[in-house]
């Protein structure tokens, strides 16, 4: 019996260490923190512990993080160490979660092999600079949890990852990875979560069957930027006849692919189970299937930036739990009432996202206050019109309205904010709205963005603006305000990160303005009528615009502070004065600086060629002397230069088309500029305009402008000339900025300022110099040139017959030089000339006949005394002679070299086709005198017998 007892004993107690021995593969924080709290010690394997060491060197980390990480005494349980868990049974290292730490690692050891009992890898957010994921992975078969996210990994993602059969997690997402196919994911078979976000799929064509099939367990799949190609329909179908319907799928993300609206009939297989389905940024055509609808599972739905054209009355019906439904940017159409009444009625209390903006709905906002939960309504971009019904105050849950960019009219009062206690963002810009409150009207809100650009707010500045504490953004521009910037402004928009007040008619002074921001504010304050100097607290400005206004003093603000983060500096068309100050060292951040059309005085300072990150330059319309400063060769980012209407003098640089290759605009007109024009300038390629006019610029015009390549190519893409930069200043986050460019120049005899069209605007102008020497006939190569103004100087010789390959001119001026020769025949053949001037040179001949030629009047010829034809009055001596004689490239060249030797040969062949007959062959020899004996005889007698009639006569 007492044997019979230990027996039992014995068996009991093996029974119970193989239940511990199981549970210590269990792998959890909640179970592994437990461990750490444990009364008895659980000591590390010395192979593991070695293993986590050299993993350790191959992070190459030294952050406090592993500071419990070493090979003292007191550290030599690896159990312990930061990130590192083990089983309290075996103790072996279970779970490595170093995810979320943030530093940049050097590899994965091959070591890391050696934790075969390793459950649990989590190295999300290390840094391993562009290296590839080890083949070793593949080994570590005891796996459930596999978490490499955005790790900087590269390369192709190892086929060994099939070894992993027991995994359940799997994260790869934001790497630089690729695949040729998925064949290693169907042994995946325990699958619950895949995330590959960011991983190039462009060749897997059959991705549906390798990521569904046998993967019953599927709930969360992230494909998202991945390049996935629509899988052919019968991939599909072999797809579904596989797939299990009853899947337990919940969250599919497919955004930013090359998706057609095939990928519904994959989809329909999972209408009971997702949750969260996201499809935006593909191809989807057509209109949303009616299978959508009966997803009554589903809280999201992302369709947006596709070219979806509208939904079916079933679109929606079953979608009772829809909490986002996205559709912007799609070719939504019809009225907007129908659309919203195609919503579910049974999702009314749970919709809180509604984005349909950028599309082309129309019509009158309807009555949305059924939809009580909406927190954020996006209509903007459509063509809704009428008025904003009131009833939208009582969406008392809503935090963000957005209808702008709309055609919209009508009063906006208090009633349509009655209840809007929760809104945060409000655009109602780009309408024609006008904002009527009463001037002690309290909002329920506190906005953090506030746009009402174009609406009418004024003429009064809107007083409910004090009680808005803590607004970034504020857009009351081009808002018909005609009052004084009252001193509170600058106190409750402190925190301001964007304020633009731009085209009113707001008046006061700086004076006042000692405010600091509390951040680098983007600053529009141009076309008004503020007065006085510029305050120093705006040289905290990232963005700084006061054009046209009436500011005065000079820019010592910009001397204030030698910490500055100044991107954007536009102060022209003001009464600015003084010289420049010598601080720009300081404003090494600045792309864009402005001060054209004011009355600066003095040399250009040396040290603005410390901007060297500068794109735009204008100077025009002050009264700066010297010679073009040499220390702007350093700026080599220059796409802008406008230095016109000046007193600037000396050469022009030859280093101009070295140091700047990527110049688009060269202004110099209306200064002292002497000297040749550097044939250096045929290496500005992307040069557009260049304008050299009203200089003492002598010499003759460079043959080599053939180079020119922009100006060599027809047409351009871009209707403006936009520049797009980096708004980061040191630590701090900017967005991204983008500005147009404008430029002021005479065109067709009249100054003309262009903007929206000016990347359009070809033009070479170097009229009003000293040129000397005939046009070079280069110059006709330029085929994409609008515009042509050689005018006002001293060149010889004969306009070339080429100038006819210029079909995109507009307008040609050639007036007030001595030229001589006929007008050549191709220049009828350009016909968008819309504006000609040939007058006052030595041109001689008829004019050419054609459409063009003629209609243009006939001053535009005049002081040219050897030309007639019409339309001018003198009338040609020979209205029959040619227009040309000698200097046409079409005229009608009958007598050449070939003329003569065609003559020659038809000559020997006529000759030796006669007499050699005679001379070989003697019957026709014989006949051939004999006819000629008849015929003498003949032509005597008749003579004879004509002489005795004529005696006969006179007898």
Known sequence: MKGDGRCLKLFLAFSILFLQNIKGGEVGHSHSHSLRDAKVTVRCIEKERQALLAFKRGLGDELKQFSLWGSEAQKQDCCRWEGVYCSNQTGHVIQLDLGDLFFQGKMI?????ELQHLQYLDLAFIDFNGSQIPDFIGSLTNLRNLSLYYCNLVGQIPSSFGNLTQ???????????????????????????????????????????????????????????????????????????????????????????????????????????????????????????????????????????????????????RLCNLRRLYLQTNHLRGQISKFVQLLPIC??????????????????????????????????????????????????????????????????????????????????????????????????????????????????????????????????????????LPSWFWIIFRNAEFINLSQNLIRGIFTNLIVRFTYSVELHLS??????????????????????????????FLCASADMSLTYLNLSSNSLSGELPDCWSHLDTLVMLDLSNNSFSGKIPKTIGSLLRMETLKLRSNRFVGEFPSSLKNCTSLEVIDLGDNKLSGPIPTWLGVSFKNLVILMLSTNHFNGSMPSQLCHLTHIKIMDFSMNNISGSIPKCLNNLTTLAQKGNPNLSSTHTYDGSCGDEQIAPINYEDDASFIWKGRMHTYKSTLGLVKRIDLSSNRLTGEI??????????????????????QITPEIGNLQSLDSLDLSRNHIDGRIPTSLARIDRLSFLDLSYNNLSGKIPTGTQLQSFDPLDYAENPQLCGPPLKKMCADQNEPTDLSNEEDKDEFITLGFYISMGIGFVAGFWGVCGTLIFNRPWRYAYFKFLNDLNDWLYVRIALIKRQLKLAHA
Request: charged share 10%; proline share 5%.
């Open 109 to 113: 050891s091959p070591k890391l092999i």
């Open 167 to 317: 995994l359940q997690h799997l994260d790869l997402s934001n790497n630089q990875l690729q695949a040729e196919n998925l064949n290693w994911l169907p042994a995946l078979s325990s699958l619950t979560y895949l995330d590959l976000n960011g991983a190039n799929l462009s060749t897997v064509f059959d991705w549906p069957e390798a990521v569904l099939n046998k993967r019953p367990k599927l709930i969360f799949l992230r494909l998202a930027n991945c390049n996935l190609p629509p899988p052919p329909t019968p991939i599909l179908s072999t797809t579904l006849s596989k797939t299990n319907s009853s899947t337990s799928l919940e969250y599919v993300d497919l955004n930013n692919n090359h998706l057609t609206s095939s990928i519904f009939l994959w989809l329909s297989n999972y209408s009971t189970s997702l949750v969260f389905l996201d499809l935006s940024y593909n191809n989807l055509t057509g209109f949303i299937p009616d299978f959508l609808g009966n997803m009554s599972s589903l809280e999201y739905l992302g369709l947006s930036d596709n070219q979806i054209e509208g939904a079916n009355p079933n679109s929606f019906a």
């Open 347 to 484: 999702a009314q209390n749970s919709l809180e996202d509604l984005l349909l903006s950028e599309n082309v709905l129309a019509g009158s906002l309807n009555n949305l206050t059924s939809f009580s939960s909406l927190k954020l309504l996006f209509l903007n971009a459509n063509r809704l019109s009428g008025k904003i019904p009131e009833s939208i105050g009582q969406l008392s849950q809503l935090e963000i309205m957005d209808f702008s960019m709309n055609s919209l009219k009508g009063v906006v009062s208090e009633t349509h904010f009655s209840k809007l206690s929760k809104l945060k963002h409000l655009d109602l810009s780009s309408n024609s709205l006008v904002l009527n409150f009463h001037s002690d009207w309290v909002p329920p809100f506190q906005l953090n963005n506030i746009y009402l650009a174009s609406c009418k707010v004024g003429p009064h500045f809107p007083k409910w603006l004090q009680t808005q504490n803590d607004s970034s953004q504020l857009d009351i521009s081009n808002a018909g305000i005609s009052d004084i």
């Open 527 to 556: 076309s008004n009528q503020i007065e006085g100097p510029i305050p120093s607290t705006l040289s905290q400005a990232s963005y700084l615009d006061l054009s046209n206004n009436n500011i005065s003093g000079s820019l010592s």
């Open 776 to 797: 070079p006939s280069e110059i006709t190569h330029l085929v994409g040139l609008i515009s042509l103004n050689l005018s006002r100087n001293q060149l010889t010789g």
